[in-house]
């Protein structure tokens, strides 16, 4: 990994969190008389999980200057995520994006409905960009959701990149590709320009071949990643199966954790990329997507979109710890 100058934060990203609502337990939305009230957003799950790792992160966005806004920006600075750049939307428009979740149990699958068009965080142009986040970061991370969200966010994503770029500042994307924001075709022409700027890329199996056409297995993407781009350091995730990782020392993979009772599976991606970053910037990419499996079987134990559990906790599983009950 190059080096990178002493800066203030390790990693700064930005990007929509919205409200998150859901029934109590399996309850379906339509018929249910409760909804209970989180946050969730790729890029602040990633931050906050980070920050549990004792990394120094920030992160911002556009809110809504109202109370639901507010529980956004607080719930992520509860987390000791910086959010001190947040802009606060006072526009008549303003508003929250929101996302409903109708939790399933196999064989009903859990569905996402999403009310998120026309959010303060869809509005977010270059003009709002603070290049001195960027300028402090040693790594800024993105992910593909936020320039699917409007035209004006794919031009502050790209102009970050380049603001990345000048300033020395690593630049990691995980591809997070969403079918219900945009097309693969618009999301090939969105990200195809940025690939060779990157330092890291994270990418699931699937992602690889909707977007890019790129076929095979994890090892074999991974390194036409690395070639066809010249990216120095990705990262692919092939679901169930574990996680592929390369770099120019050498190529990695990692099964993953079994999973007892799933309490929530949402969030789990954004805690594996938490891992892969952590290891990244300490020079170990192999320990990096050691800590993203554990990160990511945490997370499937905990409710909400967050990664609530300290690094001993991560330590125990990747080494093996015990699972019952602790004295």
């Known amino acids: 990994m190059p080096e990178t100058p002493l800066r203030r934060y390790d990693v700064v990203t930005f990007g929509e969190t919205m409200i998150r609502l859901h029934a109590p337990g399996y309850e379906r939305l339509e018929a249910t008389n409760h909804l209970d009230i989180r946050i969730g957003g790729s ?27 507010k529980r956004i920006e607080n719930e992520i600075r509860r987390w000791n995520v910086d959010t001190s750049a947040v802009i606060w939307d006072t526009t008549p428009e303003a508003r929250t994006g929101l996302y409903f979740l109708d939790f399933g149990t196999s064989p009903r699958p859990t569905e996402v409905l999403y009310d998120r068009a026309n959010s303060s965080a869809s509005t977010l142009a270059p003009t ?11 790594l800024l991370h993105l992910t593909g959701i936020t320039p699917a969200l409007s035209e004006t966010c794919a031009e502050t994503f790209r102009l970050a990149i380049a603001l990345a770029k000048e300033s020395e500042t690593l630049v990691s994307l995980d591809t997070n590709y969403r079918g219900k924001l945009w097309t693969s075709k618009r999301a090939y022409e969105t990200l195809l320009p940025v690939m060779p700027e990157l330092d890291l890329l994270i990418t699931p199996l699937s992602d690889a071949e909707i977007i890019f056409g790129i076929t095979g297995s994890g090892a074999e993407v991974a390194r036409e990643f690395r070639q066809r781009f010249n990216i120095p350091s990705v990262v692919v995730t092939c679901g169930g199966e574990g996680a592929y990782a390369c770099n120019a020392e050498g190529e990695w993979f990692s099964q993953p954790h079994a999973l007892g009772q799933v309490v929530d599976r949402v969030g789990a991606g954004d805690a594996f990329d938490a891992g892969i970053i952590y290891g990244y910037l300490n020079d170990d990419l192999l320990g990096g997507l050691e800590y993203g499996i554990a990160m990511a079987a945490l997370k499937h134990t905990i409710p909400g979109d967050l990664f609530i559990a300290s690094r001993e906790e991560v330590e125990r599983l990747r080494s093996g710890g015990e699972t019952g009950i602790r004295r």
């Open 43 to 69: 890029e602040s799950n990633t931050a906050v999980a980070l920050s549990r790792l004792g990394t120094q992160t920030a992160w911002w966005s556009k809110l809504p200057a109202n109370s639901l806004g």
């Open 128 to 138: 709002d960009l603070d290049a001195s986040l960027i300028q402090q970061t040693r």
